[in-house]
């Protein structure tokens, strides 16, 4: 057992070192899985938006043509 003031050995510092590489790995992975995720929500968002506007054009078309 260890007493407080006893000095960590290199392994120790090696594994925590390790630990926390892996913990920083695992954060960058998930911020990256959330941004692929929040394109892919603004890609959809803005081709709904798209097709609304294409299909409010065209009713303006006709409804254009249609008092003439």
């Given at each position: 057992m260890?007493?407080?003031?006893?000095?960590?050995?290199?392994?120790?510092?090696?594994?925590?070192?390790?630990?926390?590489?892996?913990?920083?790995s695992?954060?960058?992975?998930?911020?990256?899985?959330?941004?692929?995720?929040?394109?892919?929500?603004?890609?959809?968002?803005?081709?709904?938006w798209?097709?609304?506007?294409?299909?409010?054009?065209?009713?303006?078309?006709?409804?254009?043509?249609?008092?003439?």
């Amino acid at each position: 057992m260890t007493s407080p003031m006893t000095k960590t050995t290199t392994k120790e510092n090696e594994m925590l070192l390790l630990h926390e590489e892996l913990a920083r790995s695992h954060q960058a992975r998930l911020l990256a899985e959330s941004q692929r995720q929040a394109r892919a929500a603004r890609l959809l968002a803005a081709r709904r938006w798209a097709r609304r506007a294409e299909s409010a054009g065209r009713r303006a078309r006709a409804a254009s043509l249609a008092v003439w």
